[in-house]
């Protein structure tokens, strides 16, 4: 009998580490279920069953592997929101479907490069034409974005069509308002209008599915995966760049002309799309890494939040309200956003709140502290001296990081008071995010024209 | 008896709460007492079942917990919660609205054709 025992645990441990091959299905899952299949091969082996078969059975039972895995990650879509399990190429030969994303990339990437070199072939250098960048490089370099994932989703003719139309009211608003070089708004414009048309990304990457929150949160988790991927790649042709630079000088060739109208300008266009194509493909790796940069830095945001409070309090000193000071505080505040949310995306549901969820609601709440700072100092000059268009933006961004923060802050109260749950924050970031591209949008189209494009 | 799949999908949610009410339970008890419960006509996978679990889970209509009994598996509790009990309260409505409608209709469509007989039951 311990043969069979023996026998019978050796299949069962066999079972479990194929199981646990699947991504979708957690340790904690194989372990219910490894519970489940013993269960079931002791009730079959009581009808009469050697153990042999009852495994074979319950195995059976248990259903195909493939549809198991397919229905836990329909549920549990955060472990696997690459859509790998639930997308028809899943069917496709597991080789085809890598190496044609591979080829839609470089597609896309050629397309990034040659839109952001095309102007310069009809006399708008990048030294000659500032203007036509500062209005443009954002719309240049989002657009083969937009392609790559219109193609990559296999998005219809009337999405398609909404999200071109989207980029051309972007490009109209941007071109044809009559603001000058040296306004506020050509700046808010520069911008507001790649933050809107990251939306409309948004919209072809959720591949028309925009009204679902967890697809609004695939998104999230993707625009924060895609933003260290990039900087990560912009690092790396730093170095490169550097030693470009450095090895051509050596031999007394001048690179420089090379490196500014060529390597930088094409390897950034290139590395938009790259880095969204990394996102997908290289999906584990990213996911063993940002949790790892999200525990990290959210106890480091926290403390540099509380001694700038520190600091306000001590020295008294208001917030300077100029305009890059005001950015980086948005900024900042996003940032803190994107801690909370990533962390709560890459939790475990059914874990309890611990000593790391009271450090993310301090970070929430000082953030919140330190909006109100920002508004207050806002106020304080719109009072003084009248709505102008930075301030106006500024104002707007702040309100609506405001009431987004605070009731982060009370939902995340009573999720650690047990009175809700982590999915109701999910939710209402994701509710939350259509308010963030209407703003975006009204900057670019609504605050030019109102401010008569000063 | 086979059992359509949209049936089966709309009729877990209150099953699996309807049980937990009872009392709390693991995943194979409770396929065993769906199992008996329709007299072997329903028949879940555990590819329904536990991701159902644990998307309830996550809703917060059960709560779960790993367990020891004496002399057994660690194995994976759950028990409803009041959130659970409110849901329930609401299917049951919803579901004694569409008994009752379907009762009516097949009442007034008795008579355009044989009913199957429930004595084939028997």
Known sequence: MTGTDTELEAQIAEWRSYMLRRKAISEADVDELEDHLRERVGDLTESGLNPDEAFLIAVKRMGRM???SREFARE????????????????????????????????????????IKLPALFGLGFDDSEEFYVRNTGLLVLAPLAVYFAWRRRLGAVMIAVIAGLFAVGAVAVNAYPVDTDSQSIVLSAIHLPLALWFVIGLAYMGGEWRSGPKRMDFIRFTGEWFIYFVLIDMGGGVLTAFTAGVFGAIDVDAEVFISEWLVPCGAAAAVVVAAWLVEAKQSVIENMAPVLTRVFTPLFALTLVAALVAIGVTTNAIDVERDMLILFDLLLVVVLGLVLYSISARDAAAKPGAFDWMQLALVVSALLIDVLVLVAILGRITEWGFTPNKSAALGENLILFVNLAWTAWLY???????????????WQTDYMPVYAAWAAAVVLIVPPLFSFA | MHIAKDLVAASATPLVLGILAEEESYGYAILKEISDRSGGRLEWTEGLLYPLLHRLERLGHVESSWRTPEGGRRRKYYAITEDGLRELAEQRRQWAAVTDALQDVWKATRALGPVPPPALEA
Do not use: N, T, Y
């Not at chain 1, 109260?413 to 939710?427: D, G, P, T």
């Open chain 1, 66 to 68: 493939d549809e198991l």
């Open chain 1, 413 to 427: 109260f009573a999720i650690l008071r047990r009175r809700k749950r982590f999915a109701q924050l999910e939710q």
């Open chain 1, 76 to 115: 549990h879509s955060d472990r696997l929101w690459k859509q790998l399990v639930l997308e028809p190429e899943a069917k496709e030969s597991a080789d085809a479907a890598p190496r044609r994303d591979l080829v839609v990339m470089i597609v896309c990437a050629a397309l990034g490069v040659l839109a």
